[in-house]
C-alpha cells in the first residue's frame, strides 16, 4: 500500500503508479491532516484523513471544510466527488 505522504501528495496514476509531487511531498509529506487544511492544502487533508482510515480524524477534516467552506457536507464519498481522490491499488510510486 503507498504510505501517507505519497497518498496525500499524488497527483494521478499512470495505471497501477501513482504519480506524486516530489516538492510538494517533502515540504508537506510529514503534516497531520488538520495541519494541512490549516495551511489550506484541502485536497492533501482530505487525502491523509482518508488514508488514515480514522473516523475521528475524518470528522475534524469534515468539519474544517464545511466551516471554511460554508458547506455542509457529510459523506466521505462527496468529498472524493470534490477533490477526485480514491484509494487505489499502487504497485509502484514515481515522483516527480
Avoid at 485536497?43 to 480514522?54: P, Q, V
Avoid at 480514491?86 to 516527480?96: G, I, M, Q
Wanted: hydrophobic letters at 45%; a positive charge; proline letters at 1%.
Amino acid at each position: 500500500m503507498i504510505n501517507a505522504a505519497d497518498f496525500a501528495c499524488t497527483i494521478g496514476y499512470e495505471g497501477s503508479t501513482a504519480i506524486v509531487d516530489s516538492k510538494a511531498r517533502a515540504q508537506y509529506g510529514k503534516l497531520r491532516p488538520a495541519e494541512l487544511a490549516q495551511r489550506g492544502l484541502w485536497r492533501a487533508a482530505f487525502a491523509s484523513a482518508l488514508h488514515s482510515g480514522d473516523k475521528t480524524v475524518m470528522d475534524d477534516f469534515i468539519k474544517a471544510w464545511n466551516s471554511a467552506a460554508k458547506t455542509s457536507f457529510t459523506s466521505v464519498d462527496e468529498f472524493s466527488r470534490l477533490f477526485g481522490v480514491k484509494v487505489e491499488t499502487v504497485k509502484r510510486v514515481s515522483a516527480l
